[in-house]
């Protein structure tokens, strides 16, 4: 089997495997709408992460320059209905990389069979919840894994 | 307290008292963004509710009529954040009554303060998940509810 | 109807209406597990504010003096399924006031019916995560409402 | 890195990796103690799935001979908190099979220091929710990972 625990990046998409477990099923069967927005935030971290930057670094102290992602507006729609014991699919693209804000593209898939789309605004806010820019050392880390095909 | 177990109409608006418990909550110190999309399932099943439509009804069985309701789309936008044992306000309302599908219209409120906002557009699907037309009932049910300021 | 929005006391006993949402089921029907802590964590939260003690004066910054509550062990026996839509209220006593550690036993009932029940330790802990002694302040809100059958 | 999607077994005990997201904590800092169940679920199914057991095969439909696990009780014991980003490891065992039930010994640990433990009595049960006696099938895939020190 080709799923790697945490994900990897295939060019500019990131990869995370997620199985359905009975926590994110409800009564009528199928997965909950809310929780494709775990499964997501899931990806965006493990995106993040497998770009050096991590939350707990983020987060967690007053220490000047801090900063953390914020999600401000978020689209989705839905395709299909994942259920019980599936084996899916979360792929993250960075689809924006603005002065003080970016925006993510997600999918859900089960297989090739894509479940849940999601657009995500985030914006770049400092410990105090203000906005703020998006650091030069982060830009770096960034920029080289923007999406080429904005389409999305 | 005017707060009242199930919320209660306003006129065209459904109003659902709502308490941020721990659950909520995740480490930034402030409501999880997923949740939501919770509050505003709950908001929209006591809308349901208070109409005199109940899930345990929709769902469960096979008898020939059934009819649920299934997200398709939906738009949300965070404004503030809310935090541990807030008291907070799920306001909804009907802003479209098609023949397959309603557009329901939502915001978080604490006191007069909106925190988020999201539209949500739902489909009527039969036993078998496909699109089903509105019945009859229903639509004698929502009508009535249909928001005349469709602004939002 | 006798729902009371965040509950309230009868003599000894915390009572705290719930009703059961999408979010709370899985897909064999029924609320799923681990749930049930939910909903005892939002009843034991509801006593405390009842008696005037809130989370967000417990948690939240570095003054002196400040403890939180920390569950350290429960024991949990599940009777009877709950399912959507089912109007369920949450019974909690304080069964043991210790130095520097509470007891409370808790069930979730639907009508007369138990459905599950819950004992949990739950020590008192400083801002480092160390343990502490109850204040007397604190043990002069709990005193008054000890259970004097601490049978369960 | 030795994590493997799914985890595997590494005698009688199953190990699965877990990381810890924004969704797994509170606003205290830590992970809300209510996941750790979900943690373990996550476990015992992989634990299940490893030994060729699915809940999807064993829920969902009327076939006679389906059965189904249900908790029945459960144990708990919090040792240390678990944080944001965490790499954690729900260890599982089969600590006792009967003749309509099992008992489950299960930790979550990081690295190896033991964090939370559970121990999980589960029945089996048919359609209609009765208690059903464990199949010669079931029993032949449990009875060899039997772990042989039942200690915990």
Same mark, same amino acid.
Request: net charge neutral; proline share 3%.
């Given at each position: 089997?080709?799923? !790697?625990? +945490? +994900?990897?990046?295939?060019?500019?998409f990131?990869r &995370?495997?997620?199985? !359905?477990?009975?926590? /994110?099923?409800?009564f009528? %069967?199928? !997965?909950?709408?809310?929780n494709?927005?775990?499964?997501?935030?899931?990806?965006?971290?493990?995106?993040?992460?497998?770009?050096?930057?991590?939350?707990?670094?983020?987060?967690?102290?007053? &220490? @000047?320059?801090?900063?953390?992602? *914020? !999600?401000?507006?978020?689209e989705?729609e839905? &395709?299909?209905?994942? %259920?019980i014991? /599936? &084996?899916?699919?979360?792929?993250?693209r960075? *689809?924006?990389?603005?002065? *003080?804000?970016?925006? =993510?593209?997600q999918?859900?898939?089960?297989g /090739?069979?894509?479940?849940?789309?999601?657009?995500?605004?985030?914006?770049?806010?400092?410990?105090? @919840?203000?906005?703020?820019?998006?650091?030069? /050392? =982060?830009?770096?880390?960034?920029?080289?894994?923007?999406?080429?095909?904005?389409? *999305?």
């Amino acid at each position: 089997m080709s799923e !790697v625990f +945490g +994900g990897a990046f295939d060019g500019s998409f990131h990869r &995370l495997p997620i199985r !359905v477990y009975y926590e /994110d099923t409800d009564f009528s %069967g199928v !997965v909950y709408y809310a929780n494709y927005l775990k499964f997501c935030e899931r990806g965006r971290t493990e995106f993040l992460r497998a770009l050096g930057i991590h939350h707990a670094e983020l987060h967690g102290n007053d &220490l @000047q320059g801090r900063t953390a992602f *914020a !999600v401000r507006r978020f689209e989705g729609e839905f &395709l299909k209905p994942a %259920g019980i014991d /599936d &084996l899916l699919t979360v792929e993250t693209r960075l *689809a924006e990389l603005r002065g *003080a804000s970016i925006r =993510m593209a997600q999918q859900v898939l089960r297989g /090739d069979a894509a479940l849940f789309r999601l657009t995500v605004q985030i914006a770049v806010i400092d410990g105090r @919840q203000r906005p703020a820019r998006i650091s030069d /050392d =982060m830009r770096a880390l960034l920029s080289p894994i923007l999406a080429t095909n904005n389409s *999305a």
